[in-house]
């Protein structure tokens, strides 16, 4: 597997009423992020795109930056509403339950 690929894709639906998108890796999410409008750029869009390119020089993990980018998503109001939260290694099954409830 590719190193900049995603564990689990994330889900997103730019457009309502179309199809819902998957990003498969870093790559897919900082082409995303680059073609977000200047004007709608902020703090969460600058840790998501920070951490994407982290991830290409191996300065952040790549789950590190595929949660970034899901964050982003989500306060943006992009993120699927079917798309749950990644399990993070060595978390308990509750506390996995939680997270993907949340």
Known sequence: ?????????????PVPGLPVEEIYS???????LQGWPARR???????AFNACFGAT????????????????CRVSGLLA??????VRRGSGAARAFREARA
């Open 1 to 13: 597997m590719d190193r900049l690929q995603f564990e689990v894709p994330v889900r997103i639906t």
């Open 26 to 32: 870093v790559e897919q999410a900082l082409d995303f």
């Open 41 to 47: 750029q902020g703090k969460v869009y600058e840790a």
């Open 57 to 72: 020089v191996d300065v952040v993990g790549t789950e590190e930056a595929c949660r970034a980018f899901m964050g982003f």
């Open 81 to 86: 509403r079917d798309m749950m939260n990644p």
